[in-house]
């Protein structure tokens, strides 16, 4: 999947690096076909008021080893919020999408939009995990714990499961795939195929996974352009008008394309530390 094209979406990035530290690491090599990476973030905020964190939906999994905030969170439709505040360090898994529904052992739909905790997934050996990853510091031993907890009881990546993961990736690895009718040309799946592939693996319909990327996308050329031309934008992103796009952006941003340019602007304009 191209780099670039991982839908990661942080909000007012470069503030947001003020605010913490985040590392990406490999996870062992047993488990690359179900883990993106792990995600690592460190903050020390003592003295200084909470930060709100806000991060674009995008189609993963992620199972987090953080304090007051661990769980299994499944893919979203909305915008991402978390409080930081005192210092705080934790672990993420991001799962690939499609990849999951192993380790769930049910159909992925059922955590779409909601959180359930570490242990109905992982059992009890969740909870000592979380301890070893509040305990140590370093991303080395982090990564190690997490690695310990996933290849505990290792599962079989069904084909089904490969398949909704590979036609995610087509999704990733064409922007000119605007509709479902050119996934369905893409991978040779008919409409109904690819419903259900994507509400049993990937926890959302194929018309969102398409609209995730096609609007992350939107969001980084808007972030990284002085003026934007949204009508231009639009047109390139697959819309057939500026006003269908807009409603779109601000469903999935909660801001419309102007008040996501005016945050970039200002966040580019902030002083750099």
């Known amino acids: 999947m191209p780099d670039h094209r991982i839908p990661r979406g942080i909000i007012n990035e470069r503030v947001a690096r003020t605010k913490f530290t985040l590392t990406r690491h490999p996870p062992a090599p047993a488990l690359t076909p179900f883990v993106q990476y792990y995600w ?100 080395h031993e982090m990564a190690g714990a997490a690695d310990k907890l996933l290849t505990a009881n290792p599962p079989v990546l069904p084909p089904a499961a490969a398949r909704a993961s590979e036609t995610v990736e087509t999704i990733a690895a064409d922007p000119g795939i605007t509709r479902v009718g050119q996934l369905c040309a893409a991978t040779g799946l008919d409409v109904r195929s690819l419903q259900r592939l994507f509400a049993e693996h990937i926890g959302c319909t194929p018309k969102w996974a398409i609209r995730v990327y096609r609007l992350n996308d939107g969001a980084r050329r808007i972030s990284g352009t002085e003026r934007p031309d949204y009508a231009g934008l639009a047109a390139q992103l697959g819309y057939s008008d500026q006003s269908h796009f807009t409603r779109d952006f601000r469903t999935v941003t909660g801001l419309s394309p102007g008040e996501y340019a005016r945050a970039a602007r200002e966040d580019r304009e902030q002083p750099r530390t």
């Open 40 to 139: 690592i973030l460190r903050w020390d905020l003592r003295g200084q008021p909470p930060f709100e964190q806000r991060v674009l939906p995008n189609l993963s999994v992620h199972a987090v080893f953080f304090p007051g905030a661990d769980g299994v969170y499944g893919p979203m439709h909305d915008v991402f919020s978390y409080r930081l505040e005192g210092r705080v360090h934790g672990l993420g898994v991001r799962f690939r999408p499609g990849c999951f529904r192993p380790f769930l052992r049910q159909p992925v739909r059922n955590i779409t939009d909601r959180s359930i905790p570490l242990a109905e997934v992982f059992g009890p050996a969740a909870e000592a995990t979380t301890e070893s990853i509040r305990n140590v510091n370093g991303d």
